[in-house]
Structure formats: structure tokens, C-alpha cells
């Protein structure tokens, strides 16, 4: 069995920080050893030392790779924390209707893990456009640093038991029976994600609009006060005028910090001109 020292922890937790902006405290220790012990085992690497000399030493980015999806959690599930979907369905997209005069949204889930909110987001969008949906282009993008949690995202298969928070009408119409214990979304939402990898510790993101919305919720719960304070920075910059920025329950701005303005827990807006 391949054990861990303080000194190898905290070289990789270092690297970790550095690279991708999670926080590797000493209570994650016994994590980090039973997600990868395994992979070391199975690569042949006698040490931790070994291993990072392996990611260091890798070019193509393929074992840092490997390395961040043992890592990232990817814990989500259909309809997660429903008060900021009713509000986006109620609120933010009459907003939107109103005032986007291209008829262009652009709506970005950062941190979308293996799809669910994304796709959610595209069944609240359909269900609200009706027929006139045509006459707009709703097209969300969908980004997450784990390559893992992204194909999956892709695949759009989940379990019965993941749709099952989904409302009946939704499952229905959204969803199509593969077999006893699996349901696939439709080409019809899926088509309306794209989904992209993106590392939201880049010094710069590669986007030539703004976002009208920015859900990125339950990812900054893994970065220290500065690391979520520079990323925060970069959403508002991203954000149009009377835009919002959606983060999870457990999180919150540092209003003094930040020029979005608090609406509603877990919900803030970037003010109009």
C-alpha cells in the first residue's frame, strides 16, 4: 500500500492551489490517499514523490489531467437548491424577455459538473419560450475543469432514481427511457448545452460577450478568500448591466468586495447603468 508523506501532501496540495484554485487542507489528507492510492499502485509508482515527478515531467497534461478528476468531487443532482430555479424562472428570464433586444442569452454554468443544472436550466428556458423559443437564441455553455464529469455531462444518461427530483411533466417530456434504471435527456435539450472544459483559475477566459447569467454554485466552497475574490472579480467583468451571478447556499460575497449587489441569499446582480 502506498502511504503519503506531510512532506509529498503538501507539494501536491501546493501544486493543486496553484493550478486549478481547490484548497487542500490537512483534514482532506486520507482523500487525497484513497482516491489515488490505487492509481499509483496501478501505474507502478512506489512513492507520491514518484508521481509528481510523473505529472511534472508530462507534457500533454494527460496525468494532471487524471490527477484533478481523482480529486474534484462532482456531487450534484437534478433541481439542486430549487429556490434559485424558481427565481430565475419567475424573475430573471421575464427580466431578459424584456430587455435582451438581439434576443441572444447568454447564460453560462461554471462548475457544471456532470450536467445537471445545465440541462435544468434548458428545460425552465424551453418550457418558458413555448413555441415563440424559435425567435431566440438560448444556448447555454456549460464548463467544468474534470474532462470525467464533463463526458458524462455529454452522454446526458442518468439513473431513474437522479430524474426522479425532476417534475413529472419534465421527465416526460425532457427524458426518454433507456431500460429499467436509465433515462437519457432528449436531443432537444441536449443540443441547447454546449459544454466546454475550462479552468476558472486562467488568467483570462476566452469570451467575447458578456453573460446575461452566471450560475457557478457550490465551486468557490473549495478556494480560500483571495482565490474567490479574484475569480468574482473576473464574473462581474463578465457580467451585462442588470445581469446575475447565482453561487451556492454555503457561499457568499464579500459585499465590501464586489460591485454586485445582493438580492436574495445565494443570488446577486451586477446593477444597470
Request: glycine share 6%; hydrophobic share 35%; aromatic share 14%.
Amino acid at each position: 500500500m502506498v502511504t503519503i508523506t506531510e512532506t509529498e501532501f503538501e507539494e501536491l496540495a501546493r501544486y493543486i492551489k496553484s493550478q486549478y484554485g481547490i484548497r487542500l487542507g490537512q483534514e482532506k489528507k486520507s482523500l487525497v490517499l484513497g482516491r489515488l492510492g490505487n492509481l499509483l499502485s496501478q501505474q507502478g509508482f512506489a512513492t507520491f514523490s514518484e508521481y509528481f515527478g510523473h505529472i511534472m515531467a508530462d507534457k500533454t497534461g494527460s496525468a494532471a489531467s487524471t490527477l484533478v478528476n481523482r480529486i474534484t468531487t462532482n456531487h450534484t443532482y437534478f433541481m439542486r437548491e430549487t429556490k434559485h430555479f424558481d427565481y430565475f424562472r419567475t424573475v430573471v428570464l421575464p427580466y431578459l424577455q424584456a430587455h435582451v433586444k438581439d434576443r441572444d442569452l447568454r447564460i453560462w454554468s461554471a462548475g457544471c459538473s456532470t450536467g445537471e443544472e445545465p440541462y435544468t436550466l434548458s428545460m425552465i428556458i424551453d418550457e418558458y419560450f413555448g413555441l415563440g423559443k424559435n425567435e431566440w437564441d438560448t444556448k447555454l455553455l456549460a464548463t467544468d475543469i474534470s474532462e470525467t464529469a464533463l463526458n458524462t455531462a455529454r452522454q446526458g444518461i442518468y439513473r431513474q432514481d437522479d430524474v426522479a427530483t425532476l417534475p413529472a411533466a419534465w421527465r416526460a417530456a425532457y427524458t426518454k427511457k433507456l431500460d429499467s434504471e436509465r433515462r437519457a435527456i432528449t436531443e432537444t435539450i441536449k443540443n441547447e448545452v454546449i459544454f466546454r472544459r475550462l479552468n476558472l483559475m486562467d488568467a483570462s477566459f476566452p469570451f467575447k460577450k458578456k453573460f446575461h447569467v452566471i450560475f457557478c454554485r457550490n465551486v468557490m466552497i473549495y478556494f480560500d478568500a483571495r482565490t474567490r475574490n479574484e475569480l468574482v472579480r473576473k464574473f462581474y467583468d463578465l457580467t451585462e448591466p442588470g445581469g446575475y451571478l447565482f453561487i451556492g447556499h454555503s457561499e457568499s460575497l464579500n459585499r465590501d468586495q464586489t460591485g454586485y449587489k445582493y438580492i436574495m441569499p445565494a443570488v446577486y446582480r451586477k446593477e444597470r447603468y
